[in-house]
């Protein structure tokens, strides 16, 4: 009987992909060479580390900082707009030092209910930074 169920619904194979992730200098450089209004986006991303669509839906009223939460509800997805997160469900995700001093640098009021709104630059998805410069440049 498995035999028969595991050809219609085969059981997912596990992954033996290694996480990658930045060393504490790869982030450093990276920040350095990044222009100014994108610094923001990238320390948050890495204090929190929510994926591009979910910064690009963050919303003020999304984050408590009283109690240092963040709540995770959409994402801006290229197609469709405002969306349910990739993984289909909200999370809360509590703010790391790194998150609450990026949000320091972004400006408020500006107009939008959005963290990160888009800079108006063309981009392939909604605020999502250029690739900054190589190191070897």
């Known amino acids: 009987m498995y035999f028969l169920l595991s050809r219609w619904n085969p059981p997912k194979r596990p992954t033996s992909q290694r996480l990658l992730f930045l060393e504490p200098d790869e982030a450093r450089r990276a920040l350095y060479l990044l222009p100014e209004s994108q610094r923001p986006i990238f320390l948050f ?23 240092r939460l963040i709540h995770v509800e959409r994402q801006l997805a290229p197609v469709g707009g405002l969306t349910t997160p990739k993984s289909g469900k909200s999370r809360i995700i509590p703010m790391s030092h790194t998150a609450e001093k990026a949000l320091g640098m972004v400006p408020q009021g500006v107009g939008t209910a959005l963290v990160f709104p888009s800079t108006g630059t063309v981009s392939p998805r909604p605020c999502e930074p250029s690739r900054p410069p190589s190191a070897s440049n």
């Open 45 to 67: 991303a890495l204090g929190t580390g929510m994926r591009i669509g979910e910064l690009c839906g963050l919303q003020w009223r999304d984050i408590d900082f009283r109690r």
